[in-house]
Protein backbone atom coordinates (compact mmCIF):
# COMPACT_ATOMS: atom_id res chain seq x y z
CA UNK A 1 0.00 0.00 0.00
CA UNK A 2 1.16 3.45 -0.80
CA UNK A 3 -0.52 6.52 -2.01
CA UNK A 4 -0.11 6.12 -5.29
CA UNK A 5 -2.09 3.27 -5.09
CA UNK A 6 -4.98 4.86 -3.04
CA UNK A 7 -4.80 7.82 -5.35
CA UNK A 8 -4.61 5.01 -8.68
CA UNK A 9 -7.88 3.41 -6.92
CA UNK A 10 -9.98 6.34 -6.47
CA UNK A 11 -9.24 7.38 -9.97
CA UNK A 12 -10.28 4.11 -10.74
CA UNK A 13 -13.76 4.27 -9.09
CA UNK A 14 -15.12 6.91 -11.41
CA UNK A 15 -13.84 5.56 -14.55
CA UNK A 16 -15.79 8.18 -16.71
CA UNK A 17 -14.90 11.15 -15.15
CA UNK A 18 -11.48 10.27 -15.35
CA UNK A 19 -11.93 9.42 -18.82
CA UNK A 20 -13.28 12.59 -19.87
CA UNK A 21 -10.63 14.77 -17.67
CA UNK A 22 -7.69 12.78 -19.24
CA UNK A 23 -9.54 13.20 -22.82
CA UNK A 24 -9.84 16.91 -22.66
CA UNK A 25 -6.34 17.31 -21.43
CA UNK A 26 -4.96 15.00 -23.87
CA UNK A 27 -6.61 16.72 -27.04
CA UNK A 28 -5.35 20.14 -25.54
CA UNK A 29 -1.89 18.87 -25.27
CA UNK A 30 -2.08 17.36 -28.86
CA UNK A 31 -3.60 20.57 -30.57
CA UNK A 32 -0.84 22.82 -29.08
CA UNK A 33 1.92 20.76 -29.52
CA UNK A 34 0.89 19.93 -33.00
CA UNK A 35 0.96 23.27 -34.04
CA UNK A 36 4.10 23.65 -32.20
CA UNK A 37 5.81 20.69 -33.74
CA UNK A 38 4.41 21.74 -37.53
CA UNK A 39 4.99 25.30 -37.12
CA UNK A 40 8.65 25.03 -35.73
CA UNK A 41 9.43 21.94 -38.91
CA UNK A 42 7.92 24.61 -41.46
CA UNK A 43 9.95 28.04 -40.03
CA UNK A 44 13.26 25.88 -39.81
CA UNK A 45 12.68 24.49 -43.56
CA UNK A 46 11.63 28.57 -44.66
CA UNK A 47 14.96 29.08 -42.89
CA UNK A 48 16.85 25.99 -43.77
CA UNK A 49 15.95 26.39 -47.59
CA UNK A 50 17.31 30.15 -47.61
CA UNK A 51 20.51 29.57 -46.02
CA UNK A 52 23.10 31.18 -48.05
CA UNK A 53 20.97 33.18 -50.33
CA UNK A 54 20.91 36.31 -50.08
CA UNK A 55 18.63 37.81 -53.00
CA UNK A 56 16.63 36.16 -55.14
CA UNK A 57 16.38 38.40 -58.47
CA UNK A 58 14.02 37.94 -61.17
CA UNK A 59 11.39 39.60 -63.05
CA UNK A 60 9.55 42.66 -61.88
CA UNK A 61 6.43 41.47 -59.69
CA UNK A 62 5.36 40.13 -56.61
CA UNK A 63 9.09 39.57 -53.95
CA UNK A 64 6.59 36.93 -52.45
CA UNK A 65 6.46 35.07 -55.31
CA UNK A 66 9.95 35.55 -56.31
CA UNK A 67 11.36 34.19 -53.27
CA UNK A 68 8.43 31.26 -53.04
CA UNK A 69 9.50 29.53 -56.66
CA UNK A 70 13.37 30.64 -56.41
CA UNK A 71 14.12 29.07 -53.10
CA UNK A 72 11.18 27.59 -52.25
CA UNK A 73 9.71 25.89 -55.59
CA UNK A 74 6.72 26.85 -53.94
CA UNK A 75 4.62 29.26 -56.91
CA UNK A 76 5.47 29.97 -60.06
CA UNK A 77 7.93 32.51 -61.23
CA UNK A 78 6.72 35.75 -62.01
CA UNK A 79 8.19 36.08 -65.48
CA UNK A 80 11.61 36.07 -67.20
CA UNK A 81 14.09 38.80 -67.33
CA UNK A 82 17.21 38.69 -69.74
CA UNK A 83 20.27 36.60 -69.22
CA UNK A 84 22.49 39.92 -69.95
CA UNK A 85 21.00 41.39 -66.64
CA UNK A 86 22.09 38.78 -64.66
CA UNK A 87 25.73 38.43 -66.10
CA UNK A 88 25.47 42.00 -65.51
CA UNK A 89 24.86 41.94 -61.70
CA UNK A 90 27.45 38.85 -61.46
CA UNK A 91 30.46 41.50 -62.00
CA UNK A 92 29.30 43.93 -59.66
CA UNK A 93 31.81 43.96 -57.01
CA UNK A 94 29.38 43.63 -54.17
CA UNK A 95 28.37 40.12 -55.12
CA UNK A 96 30.13 36.92 -54.66
CA UNK A 97 28.14 34.62 -56.84
CA UNK A 98 24.85 34.43 -58.84
CA UNK A 99 23.34 31.22 -60.26
CA UNK A 100 21.27 31.74 -62.93
CA UNK A 101 18.04 29.48 -63.16
CA UNK A 102 15.87 28.54 -66.06
CA UNK A 103 12.12 26.90 -64.64
CA UNK A 104 8.73 26.45 -66.35
CA UNK A 105 9.06 22.65 -66.99
CA UNK A 106 8.56 19.59 -64.90
CA UNK A 107 8.63 16.02 -64.85
CA UNK A 108 5.73 14.38 -62.49
CA UNK A 109 5.12 17.32 -60.80
CA UNK A 110 8.69 17.91 -59.64
CA UNK A 111 10.21 21.12 -61.29
CA UNK A 112 12.97 21.12 -64.01
CA UNK A 113 15.74 23.70 -63.04
CA UNK A 114 17.77 24.78 -66.00
CA UNK A 115 20.43 25.99 -63.99
CA UNK A 116 25.11 25.77 -63.67
CA UNK A 117 26.70 23.24 -60.95
CA UNK A 118 27.18 25.39 -59.00
CA UNK A 119 23.77 25.03 -57.60
CA UNK A 120 24.13 21.45 -56.59
CA UNK A 121 27.12 23.24 -54.61
CA UNK A 122 25.10 25.63 -53.10
CA UNK A 123 22.88 23.50 -51.42
CA UNK A 124 25.82 21.13 -50.61
CA UNK A 125 24.60 18.47 -52.59
CA UNK A 126 26.90 15.59 -53.77
CA UNK A 127 26.61 13.26 -56.78
CA UNK A 128 25.16 10.10 -55.45
CA UNK A 129 25.88 7.84 -58.18
CA UNK A 130 26.44 8.76 -61.80
CA UNK A 131 27.53 12.81 -62.42
CA UNK A 132 26.82 16.00 -62.88
CA UNK A 133 25.38 17.61 -66.26
CA UNK A 134 27.82 18.70 -68.91
CA UNK A 135 25.96 18.72 -72.01
CA UNK A 136 22.66 19.84 -73.19
CA UNK A 137 19.77 17.46 -72.25
CA UNK A 138 21.36 15.84 -69.72
CA UNK A 139 19.62 15.35 -66.21
CA UNK A 140 20.66 15.22 -62.72
CA UNK A 141 17.61 14.05 -60.19
CA UNK A 142 17.18 15.21 -56.49
CA UNK A 143 17.13 11.72 -54.21
CA UNK A 144 13.28 12.24 -53.91
CA UNK A 145 11.92 13.05 -57.39
CA UNK A 146 14.10 9.78 -58.95
CA UNK A 147 12.91 7.59 -55.91
CA UNK A 148 9.47 8.98 -57.14
CA UNK A 149 9.39 8.67 -60.56
CA UNK A 150 11.36 5.94 -60.90
CA UNK A 151 14.34 6.98 -62.93
CA UNK A 152 17.81 6.03 -62.44
CA UNK A 153 21.21 6.67 -64.10
CA UNK A 154 20.66 6.06 -68.30
CA UNK A 155 17.02 6.25 -68.25
CA UNK A 156 15.36 9.18 -69.99
CA UNK A 157 11.94 10.84 -69.99
CA UNK A 158 10.40 14.07 -71.30
CA UNK A 159 9.59 17.00 -69.96
CA UNK A 160 6.18 18.41 -69.97
CA UNK A 161 5.14 21.99 -69.37
CA UNK A 162 4.12 23.77 -66.47
CA UNK A 163 5.01 22.72 -63.02
CA UNK A 164 2.03 21.04 -62.24
CA UNK A 165 0.95 17.35 -63.96
CA UNK A 166 -0.38 17.32 -66.78
CA UNK A 167 0.95 20.08 -68.95
CA UNK A 168 2.12 19.73 -73.01
CA UNK A 169 4.81 17.29 -73.49
CA UNK A 170 8.11 18.23 -74.95
CA UNK A 171 8.03 14.67 -76.43
CA UNK A 172 10.29 15.21 -79.12
CA UNK A 173 13.50 16.35 -76.91
CA UNK A 174 13.72 13.70 -73.95
CA UNK A 175 16.35 14.50 -70.98
CA UNK A 176 19.03 11.58 -70.56
CA UNK A 177 19.48 11.02 -66.82
CA UNK A 178 23.29 11.23 -66.23
CA UNK A 179 23.47 11.34 -62.24
CA UNK A 180 21.27 10.80 -59.00
CA UNK A 181 21.84 13.29 -56.29
CA UNK A 182 22.33 12.38 -52.62
CA UNK A 183 19.75 12.97 -50.09
CA UNK A 184 20.50 16.56 -48.88
CA UNK A 185 17.30 16.66 -46.66
CA UNK A 186 16.49 20.49 -48.54
CA UNK A 187 14.54 21.34 -51.51
CA UNK A 188 16.83 20.20 -54.15
CA UNK A 189 15.95 16.76 -53.45
CA UNK A 190 12.61 17.45 -55.03
CA UNK A 191 14.48 19.09 -57.91
CA UNK A 192 15.63 17.77 -61.60
CA UNK A 193 18.59 19.70 -62.38
CA UNK A 194 19.76 19.94 -66.46
CA UNK A 195 21.64 22.72 -67.83
CA UNK A 196 20.56 26.42 -68.37
CA UNK A 197 21.01 25.76 -72.62
CA UNK A 198 18.75 22.34 -72.27
CA UNK A 199 16.00 24.31 -71.18
CA UNK A 200 16.50 26.75 -74.04
CA UNK A 201 17.02 23.70 -76.21
CA UNK A 202 13.63 22.65 -75.40
CA UNK A 203 11.64 25.56 -75.75
CA UNK A 204 13.47 26.37 -79.76
CA UNK A 205 11.64 23.59 -80.90
CA UNK A 206 8.43 25.18 -79.46
CA UNK A 207 8.60 28.42 -81.08
CA UNK A 208 5.38 29.59 -82.13
CA UNK A 209 3.69 26.71 -81.00
CA UNK A 210 0.13 28.62 -80.13
CA UNK A 211 -0.58 25.74 -77.69
CA UNK A 212 2.36 26.21 -75.41
CA UNK A 213 2.10 30.03 -75.03
CA UNK A 214 -1.33 29.44 -73.75
CA UNK A 215 0.06 27.16 -71.79
CA UNK A 216 2.48 29.68 -70.03
CA UNK A 217 -0.07 32.53 -69.77
CA UNK A 218 -2.24 29.54 -67.74
CA UNK A 219 0.38 29.50 -65.14
CA UNK A 220 2.51 32.58 -65.36
CA UNK A 221 5.52 30.85 -65.80
CA UNK A 222 7.02 31.34 -69.27
CA UNK A 223 9.74 29.06 -69.76
CA UNK A 224 12.62 31.14 -70.98
CA UNK A 225 13.08 30.83 -74.21
CA UNK A 226 14.96 32.28 -77.63
CA UNK A 227 12.89 35.46 -78.17
CA UNK A 228 12.24 35.50 -81.84
CA UNK A 229 13.78 33.18 -84.69
CA UNK A 230 16.57 36.25 -85.08
CA UNK A 231 20.11 34.70 -85.48
CA UNK A 232 21.25 36.06 -82.63
CA UNK A 233 18.57 35.39 -80.62
CA UNK A 234 18.27 36.86 -76.68
CA UNK A 235 18.70 34.95 -74.51
CA UNK A 236 16.90 34.93 -70.97
CA UNK A 237 16.23 33.29 -67.75
CA UNK A 238 13.56 32.51 -65.05
CA UNK A 239 15.94 34.40 -61.80
CA UNK A 240 18.76 34.06 -60.17
CA UNK A 241 20.07 33.44 -56.48
CA UNK A 242 22.42 36.40 -55.37
CA UNK A 243 25.42 35.54 -52.61
CA UNK A 244 26.83 39.01 -51.46
CA UNK A 245 30.55 39.51 -50.89
CA UNK A 246 29.91 41.02 -47.68
CA UNK A 247 26.95 42.11 -45.41
CA UNK A 248 27.31 45.77 -46.16
CA UNK A 249 25.87 45.06 -49.77
CA UNK A 250 22.47 44.51 -47.94
CA UNK A 251 22.49 47.83 -47.83
CA UNK A 252 22.22 49.53 -51.05
CA UNK A 253 22.24 46.33 -53.39
CA UNK A 254 18.88 45.43 -53.45
CA UNK A 255 17.22 49.54 -54.20
CA UNK A 256 19.81 49.41 -56.68
CA UNK A 257 18.48 46.78 -58.39
CA UNK A 258 15.21 47.70 -58.11
CA UNK A 259 15.84 50.96 -59.20
CA UNK A 260 18.46 50.58 -61.65
CA UNK A 261 17.94 47.47 -63.49
CA UNK A 262 15.02 45.25 -65.12
CA UNK A 263 15.39 43.00 -62.76
CA UNK A 264 13.52 42.99 -59.13
CA UNK A 265 15.64 41.82 -55.89
CA UNK A 266 13.72 40.26 -53.04
CA UNK A 267 14.99 39.20 -49.55
CA UNK A 268 14.15 35.39 -48.77
CA UNK A 269 14.78 36.16 -45.24
CA UNK A 270 12.50 39.20 -45.29
CA UNK A 271 10.06 37.45 -47.22
CA UNK A 272 9.87 34.57 -45.29
CA UNK A 273 9.67 36.23 -42.10
CA UNK A 274 6.72 38.23 -43.54
CA UNK A 275 5.28 34.68 -44.27
CA UNK A 276 5.64 33.96 -41.47
CA UNK A 277 3.90 36.36 -39.52
CA UNK A 278 0.63 35.46 -41.79
CA UNK A 279 0.64 31.71 -40.71
CA UNK A 280 1.33 32.93 -37.06
CA UNK A 281 -2.23 34.27 -36.90
CA UNK A 282 -3.37 31.22 -38.06
CA UNK A 283 -1.55 29.46 -35.54
CA UNK A 284 -2.14 31.67 -32.49
CA UNK A 285 -6.33 31.20 -33.43
CA UNK A 286 -5.23 26.97 -32.74
CA UNK A 287 -3.34 27.54 -29.51
CA UNK A 288 -5.72 29.54 -28.38
CA UNK A 289 -8.24 27.18 -29.08
CA UNK A 290 -6.31 24.07 -27.47
CA UNK A 291 -5.56 26.61 -23.92
CA UNK A 292 -9.10 26.60 -24.04
CA UNK A 293 -9.34 22.88 -24.46
CA UNK A 294 -6.67 22.56 -21.51
CA UNK A 295 -8.81 25.48 -19.44
CA UNK A 296 -11.73 23.18 -19.86
CA UNK A 297 -10.03 20.00 -18.55
CA UNK A 298 -8.51 21.89 -15.70
CA UNK A 299 -11.80 22.97 -14.48
CA UNK A 300 -13.13 19.69 -15.15
CA UNK A 301 -10.30 18.01 -12.95
CA UNK A 302 -11.79 20.84 -10.42
CA UNK A 303 -15.12 19.47 -10.32
CA UNK A 304 -14.16 16.11 -10.07
CA UNK A 305 -12.20 16.54 -7.37
CA UNK A 306 -14.20 19.01 -5.28
CA UNK A 307 -17.07 16.58 -6.32
CA UNK A 308 -15.27 13.29 -4.94
CA UNK A 309 -14.17 15.41 -1.59
CA UNK A 310 -18.07 15.57 -1.16
CA UNK A 311 -17.98 12.11 -1.21
CA UNK A 312 -14.68 11.25 0.30
CA UNK A 313 -14.56 13.43 3.66
CA UNK A 314 -14.91 10.29 5.44
CA UNK A 315 -12.27 8.44 3.36
CA UNK A 316 -10.59 10.89 4.40
CA UNK A 317 -11.17 11.66 8.16
CA UNK A 318 -11.11 7.50 8.50
CA UNK A 319 -7.70 7.76 6.96
CA UNK A 320 -6.95 10.37 9.54
CA UNK A 321 -7.88 8.50 12.16
CA UNK A 322 -5.52 5.36 10.80
CA UNK A 323 -2.81 7.80 11.82
CA UNK A 324 -2.31 9.73 8.11
CA UNK A 325 -0.74 12.91 8.76
CA UNK A 326 -2.81 16.18 6.84
CA UNK A 327 0.08 16.27 4.34
CA UNK A 328 -0.39 12.36 3.61
CA UNK A 329 -4.10 13.84 2.62
CA UNK A 330 -3.29 16.60 0.39
CA UNK A 331 -1.07 13.75 -1.14
CA UNK A 332 -3.34 11.59 -1.76
CA UNK A 333 -5.65 14.36 -3.62
CA UNK A 334 -2.68 15.69 -5.54
CA UNK A 335 -0.94 12.91 -6.88
CA UNK A 336 -4.33 11.31 -8.30
CA UNK A 337 -4.85 15.09 -9.99
CA UNK A 338 -1.24 14.63 -11.44
CA UNK A 339 -2.09 11.01 -12.21
CA UNK A 340 -4.03 12.19 -14.37
CA UNK A 341 -2.77 15.48 -15.60
CA UNK A 342 0.16 13.21 -16.36
CA UNK A 343 -1.62 10.33 -18.19
CA UNK A 344 -3.14 13.10 -20.43
CA UNK A 345 0.23 14.77 -20.88
CA UNK A 346 1.41 11.12 -22.35
CA UNK A 347 -1.51 10.39 -24.23
CA UNK A 348 -1.72 14.15 -25.86
CA UNK A 349 2.28 14.24 -26.55
CA UNK A 350 1.93 10.82 -28.07
CA UNK A 351 -0.83 11.99 -30.23
CA UNK A 352 0.86 15.16 -31.39
CA UNK A 353 3.55 13.32 -32.32
CA UNK A 354 1.91 10.78 -33.89
CA UNK A 355 -0.07 12.92 -36.17
CA UNK A 356 2.87 15.05 -37.17
CA UNK A 357 4.68 11.87 -38.04
CA UNK A 358 1.90 11.09 -40.07
CA UNK A 359 0.79 14.58 -41.45
CA UNK A 360 1.33 13.73 -44.92
CA UNK A 361 -1.17 11.02 -44.90
CA UNK A 362 -3.98 13.60 -44.41
CA UNK A 363 -2.35 16.69 -44.90
CA UNK A 364 -0.47 15.46 -48.31
CA UNK A 365 0.80 19.09 -48.86
CA UNK A 366 2.57 19.07 -45.29
CA UNK A 367 3.96 15.63 -45.98
CA UNK A 368 7.70 17.15 -45.46
CA UNK A 369 7.19 18.74 -42.39
CA UNK A 370 6.79 15.21 -40.86
CA UNK A 371 10.22 15.45 -40.21
CA UNK A 372 9.46 17.88 -37.19
CA UNK A 373 7.76 14.73 -35.23
CA UNK A 374 11.07 12.94 -34.54
CA UNK A 375 12.26 16.02 -32.27
CA UNK A 376 11.71 16.85 -28.63
CA UNK A 377 10.53 20.31 -29.22
CA UNK A 378 12.07 22.36 -26.04
CA UNK A 379 8.80 24.07 -26.00
CA UNK A 380 7.27 21.20 -25.48
CA UNK A 381 8.84 21.44 -21.67
CA UNK A 382 6.07 24.36 -21.71
CA UNK A 383 3.25 21.67 -22.35
CA UNK A 384 5.03 19.78 -19.87
CA UNK A 385 4.70 22.39 -17.32
CA UNK A 386 1.62 24.10 -18.21
CA UNK A 387 -0.40 20.43 -17.66
CA UNK A 388 1.23 19.74 -14.88
CA UNK A 389 0.28 23.22 -13.78
CA UNK A 390 -3.12 22.33 -14.59
CA UNK A 391 -3.39 19.34 -12.40
CA UNK A 392 -1.75 21.14 -9.27
CA UNK A 393 -4.23 23.87 -9.54
CA UNK A 394 -7.35 21.77 -9.93
CA UNK A 395 -6.17 20.21 -6.71
CA UNK A 396 -5.40 23.49 -5.02
CA UNK A 397 -8.85 24.45 -3.53
CA UNK A 398 -9.95 20.42 -2.55
CA UNK A 399 -6.62 19.68 -0.81
CA UNK A 400 -6.95 22.95 1.47
CA UNK A 401 -10.72 22.03 1.99
CA UNK A 402 -8.91 18.30 2.86
CA UNK A 403 -5.97 19.65 4.92
CA UNK A 404 -8.59 21.38 6.99
CA UNK A 405 -11.32 18.85 7.37
CA UNK A 406 -12.84 18.39 11.32
CA UNK A 407 -11.92 14.88 11.45
CA UNK A 408 -14.14 14.34 14.72
CA UNK A 409 -16.88 16.51 13.50
CA UNK A 410 -16.91 14.56 10.17
CA UNK A 411 -17.19 11.19 12.06
CA UNK A 412 -19.42 12.35 14.49
CA UNK A 413 -22.14 13.41 11.49
CA UNK A 414 -21.53 10.49 10.29
CA UNK B 1 -3.47 2.39 30.78
CA UNK B 2 -5.30 6.10 30.35
CA UNK B 3 -6.09 8.02 32.58
CA UNK B 4 -8.50 11.38 32.35
CA UNK B 5 -8.57 13.53 34.92
CA UNK B 6 -10.58 16.83 34.96
CA UNK B 7 -11.73 16.74 31.35
CA UNK B 8 -13.95 19.56 30.78
CA UNK B 9 -15.18 20.41 26.37
CA UNK B 10 -16.56 23.21 25.61
CA UNK B 11 -18.98 24.53 22.30
CA UNK B 12 -18.89 28.20 22.68
CA UNK B 13 -20.02 28.44 25.89
CA UNK B 14 -21.54 25.23 26.38
CA UNK B 15 -20.19 22.44 28.34
CA UNK B 16 -20.98 19.74 26.57
CA UNK B 17 -18.88 17.62 28.45
CA UNK B 18 -17.20 17.00 31.79
CA UNK B 19 -15.16 13.62 33.25
CA UNK B 20 -13.32 14.45 36.26
CA UNK B 21 -11.60 11.24 36.81
CA UNK B 22 -11.58 8.07 35.01
CA UNK B 23 -8.31 5.31 33.89
CA UNK B 24 -8.36 2.10 33.17
CA UNK B 25 -5.72 -0.48 33.14
CA UNK B 26 -4.36 -2.76 31.34
CA UNK B 27 -6.04 -4.94 29.73
CA UNK B 28 -9.51 -4.29 30.55
CA UNK B 29 -12.98 -3.74 28.88
CA UNK B 30 -15.17 -1.10 29.39
CA UNK B 31 -18.97 -0.36 28.58
CA UNK B 32 -19.19 3.49 27.79
CA UNK B 33 -22.69 4.50 29.14
CA UNK B 34 -24.70 7.12 28.29
CA UNK B 35 -27.76 8.57 26.47
CA UNK B 36 -27.70 10.06 23.00
CA UNK B 37 -26.21 13.40 22.80
CA UNK B 38 -24.58 13.04 26.24
CA UNK B 39 -21.06 13.19 24.91
CA UNK B 40 -19.96 10.13 24.81
CA UNK B 41 -18.31 9.98 20.82
CA UNK B 42 -16.89 13.05 21.92
CA UNK B 43 -14.80 11.33 25.09
CA UNK B 44 -13.84 8.38 22.59
CA UNK B 45 -12.49 11.28 19.69
CA UNK B 46 -10.67 12.73 23.12
CA UNK B 47 -8.90 9.36 24.07
CA UNK B 48 -8.15 9.00 20.28
CA UNK B 49 -6.56 12.43 20.30
CA UNK B 50 -8.82 13.49 17.43
CA UNK B 51 -10.22 16.53 19.91
CA UNK B 52 -8.16 18.14 22.40
CA UNK B 53 -10.45 18.91 25.64
CA UNK B 54 -10.63 22.58 26.53
CA UNK B 55 -9.63 21.75 30.08
CA UNK B 56 -8.06 18.45 31.47
CA UNK B 57 -5.25 16.45 31.49
CA UNK B 58 -5.32 12.97 28.67
CA UNK B 59 -3.06 10.42 29.32
CA UNK B 60 -3.16 7.25 27.23
CA UNK B 61 -0.56 4.35 27.08
CA UNK B 62 2.01 6.69 28.81
CA UNK B 63 1.27 9.49 26.45
CA UNK B 64 0.28 12.86 27.41
CA UNK B 65 -1.67 14.21 24.65
CA UNK B 66 -1.54 17.40 25.29
CA UNK B 67 2.05 17.46 25.16
CA UNK B 68 1.62 16.10 21.16
CA UNK B 69 1.76 18.20 17.87
CA UNK B 70 -0.63 17.20 15.42
CA UNK B 71 1.98 15.51 13.32
CA UNK B 72 2.85 13.26 16.12
CA UNK B 73 -0.24 12.34 17.72
CA UNK B 74 -1.69 11.11 14.21
CA UNK B 75 1.69 8.97 14.14
CA UNK B 76 0.48 8.18 17.97
CA UNK B 77 -2.77 7.31 16.99
CA UNK B 78 -2.03 4.74 14.04
CA UNK B 79 -0.55 2.84 16.15
CA UNK B 80 -2.11 3.22 19.38
CA UNK B 81 -5.50 3.61 19.18
CA UNK B 82 -7.72 1.07 17.01
CA UNK B 83 -11.43 2.95 16.33
CA UNK B 84 -14.41 1.46 15.49
CA UNK B 85 -16.73 4.24 13.81
CA UNK B 86 -20.41 4.09 14.21
CA UNK B 87 -20.65 4.14 10.26
CA UNK B 88 -17.85 1.82 9.96
CA UNK B 89 -16.53 3.83 7.20
CA UNK B 90 -14.62 1.71 5.23
CA UNK B 91 -12.82 3.28 2.39
CA UNK B 92 -14.59 2.75 -0.40
CA UNK B 93 -12.32 2.86 -3.41
CA UNK B 94 -10.11 -0.13 -1.62
CA UNK B 95 -11.43 -3.67 -1.02
CA UNK B 96 -11.31 -5.24 2.07
CA UNK B 97 -7.83 -6.93 2.17
CA UNK B 98 -6.16 -3.24 1.09
CA UNK B 99 -8.40 -1.86 3.72
CA UNK B 100 -6.31 -3.71 6.27
CA UNK B 101 -2.94 -2.92 4.65
CA UNK B 102 -3.88 0.74 4.42
CA UNK B 103 -4.28 1.00 8.15
CA UNK B 104 -0.57 -0.77 8.41
CA UNK B 105 0.53 1.65 5.99
CA UNK B 106 -0.84 4.82 7.13
CA UNK B 107 0.20 3.65 10.91
CA UNK B 108 3.81 4.34 8.90
CA UNK B 109 3.96 -0.41 9.95
CA UNK B 110 5.26 -2.71 7.40
CA UNK B 111 3.04 -4.21 4.66
CA UNK B 112 2.03 -7.39 6.84
CA UNK B 113 -0.29 -9.55 4.29
CA UNK B 114 0.24 -12.61 6.59
CA UNK B 115 -1.29 -10.87 9.69
CA UNK B 116 -4.11 -9.17 7.56
CA UNK B 117 -4.71 -13.07 6.43
CA UNK B 118 -4.90 -14.28 9.75
CA UNK B 119 -6.79 -11.66 11.13
CA UNK B 120 -9.71 -11.93 8.25
CA UNK B 121 -9.93 -15.35 8.98
CA UNK B 122 -10.25 -14.84 12.82
CA UNK B 123 -13.43 -12.33 12.01
CA UNK B 124 -14.34 -14.64 9.73
CA UNK B 125 -14.60 -12.76 6.44
CA UNK B 126 -11.48 -14.64 4.91
CA UNK B 127 -13.43 -15.33 1.61
CA UNK B 128 -14.50 -11.92 1.32
CA UNK B 129 -10.91 -10.51 0.92
CA UNK B 130 -11.37 -9.05 -3.05
CA UNK B 131 -14.48 -7.79 -2.08
CA UNK B 132 -15.49 -4.04 -2.12
CA UNK B 133 -17.35 -1.70 0.88
CA UNK B 134 -20.08 -1.66 -1.58
CA UNK B 135 -20.30 -5.48 -1.34
CA UNK B 136 -20.68 -6.41 2.27
CA UNK B 137 -23.90 -6.54 4.02
CA UNK B 138 -23.44 -4.70 7.16
CA UNK B 139 -22.74 -7.45 9.66
CA UNK B 140 -19.88 -8.34 7.07
CA UNK B 141 -18.87 -4.49 6.99
CA UNK B 142 -18.18 -4.54 10.87
CA UNK B 143 -16.40 -7.67 10.75
CA UNK B 144 -13.74 -5.99 8.36
CA UNK B 145 -14.25 -2.22 10.34
CA UNK B 146 -13.20 -4.51 13.88
CA UNK B 147 -10.07 -6.34 11.78
CA UNK B 148 -8.86 -2.72 10.72
CA UNK B 149 -9.30 -1.66 14.29
CA UNK B 150 -7.27 -4.28 15.55
CA UNK B 151 -4.55 -5.03 12.64
CA UNK B 152 -2.16 -2.71 14.09
CA UNK B 153 -2.44 -4.43 17.80
CA UNK B 154 -3.22 -1.11 19.24
CA UNK B 155 -3.04 -0.95 23.08
CA UNK B 156 -6.39 0.63 23.14
CA UNK B 157 -9.63 -0.57 21.21
CA UNK B 158 -12.63 2.51 20.99
CA UNK B 159 -15.96 1.02 19.39
CA UNK B 160 -19.18 3.72 18.96
CA UNK B 161 -22.37 2.07 19.17
CA UNK B 162 -21.17 -0.88 17.83
CA UNK B 163 -24.53 -2.99 17.79
CA UNK B 164 -26.48 0.09 16.62
CA UNK B 165 -27.88 -1.80 13.45
CA UNK B 166 -28.04 -5.11 14.61
CA UNK B 167 -30.47 -7.56 15.69
CA UNK B 168 -29.92 -9.33 18.75
CA UNK B 169 -27.78 -12.52 17.76
CA UNK B 170 -25.46 -10.26 15.77
CA UNK B 171 -24.77 -7.71 18.57
CA UNK B 172 -24.10 -10.46 20.75
CA UNK B 173 -21.78 -11.82 18.27
CA UNK B 174 -20.45 -8.74 17.45
CA UNK B 175 -19.38 -7.81 21.11
CA UNK B 176 -17.86 -11.36 21.54
CA UNK B 177 -15.84 -10.44 18.29
CA UNK B 178 -14.55 -7.23 20.30
CA UNK B 179 -13.79 -8.60 23.06
CA UNK B 180 -12.02 -11.62 21.60
CA UNK B 181 -9.75 -9.31 19.43
CA UNK B 182 -9.08 -7.04 22.03
CA UNK B 183 -8.45 -10.08 24.52
CA UNK B 184 -5.93 -11.41 21.30
CA UNK B 185 -3.84 -7.67 21.12
CA UNK B 186 -4.25 -7.37 25.02
CA UNK B 187 -5.89 -4.03 24.20
CA UNK B 188 -7.82 -1.91 26.18
CA UNK B 189 -11.59 -1.56 24.88
CA UNK B 190 -13.76 0.85 25.21
CA UNK B 191 -17.33 0.35 23.51
CA UNK B 192 -19.34 3.56 23.89
CA UNK B 193 -23.05 2.05 24.03
CA UNK B 194 -26.33 3.63 24.72
CA UNK B 195 -28.08 0.06 24.11
CA UNK B 196 -29.10 -1.86 26.96
CA UNK B 197 -28.47 -5.34 25.07
CA UNK B 198 -24.55 -4.57 25.42
CA UNK B 199 -24.60 -3.49 29.41
CA UNK B 200 -24.60 -6.72 30.37
CA UNK B 201 -21.77 -7.84 28.01
CA UNK B 202 -19.00 -5.91 29.26
CA UNK B 203 -17.20 -6.30 33.05
CA UNK B 204 -17.19 -2.62 33.81
CA UNK B 205 -19.35 0.47 33.02
CA UNK B 206 -18.59 4.52 33.06
CA UNK B 207 -22.05 6.41 32.99
CA UNK B 208 -22.43 9.82 31.21
CA UNK B 209 -24.71 11.78 32.58
CA UNK B 210 -27.26 13.65 30.02
CA UNK B 211 -26.77 16.99 31.17
CA UNK B 212 -22.87 17.79 32.53
CA UNK B 213 -23.97 21.32 33.22
CA UNK B 214 -26.34 20.23 35.36
CA UNK B 215 -24.58 17.22 37.48
CA UNK B 216 -21.60 18.05 39.66
CA UNK B 217 -20.17 14.62 39.61
CA UNK B 218 -20.54 12.20 37.23
CA UNK B 219 -22.00 8.74 38.47
CA UNK B 220 -19.77 5.48 38.36
CA UNK B 221 -21.08 2.19 37.54
CA UNK B 222 -19.47 -1.38 38.92
Known sequence: MNVFRIAFAYARRRPLATVLNVALLALGVATITLVMLLSRELEQRLVREATGIDLVVGAKGSPLQLVLSGVYHADVPPGNVPLAAVTLLARNPLVQQVIPMALGDSYRGFRIVGTEPAFVAHYGASVGEGRVWAAPMEAVLGSDAARAAGLSVGASFTGSHGLAEGGGDH???????????APTGRVIDRLVLTGIDSVWTVHEHHDGDEDHDRDARADQAKPPAVAGTSPAPEREVTLALVKYKSPVAAASLPRAINAETVLQAASPALESARLFTVFGVGTDVIRGFALLLIGASAFGLFVALAQALDERRYDLAIMRTLGARRGLIVAVLLIESLLLAATGLVVGLGLAHGLAANVGTWLPAAAPLAAGARAWHPDEWGVVALALGTGIIATLLPAWRAYRLDVAATLADG | MFSLNGIEHRYGAATVLRVDAWSAGAGEHWLLAGASGSGKTTLLHILAGLT??????????????????????????GRTVGIVPQRLHLVGALDVRDNLRLAQYLAGLPDDPARVGDLLDAVGVADLARRFPRELSQGQAQR???????VNRPALVLADEPTANLDDAHAARALLLLR??????????????????VHPLLPRAYALPLRPETVAAPGVAA
Open chain 1, 171 to 181: GETPYRVVGVL
Open chain 2, 52 to 77: TPTLGTVIVSGADLGTLSGAARDRWR
Open chain 2, 144 to 150: VAIARAV
Open chain 2, 180 to 197: TQALATGAVLVVASHDAR
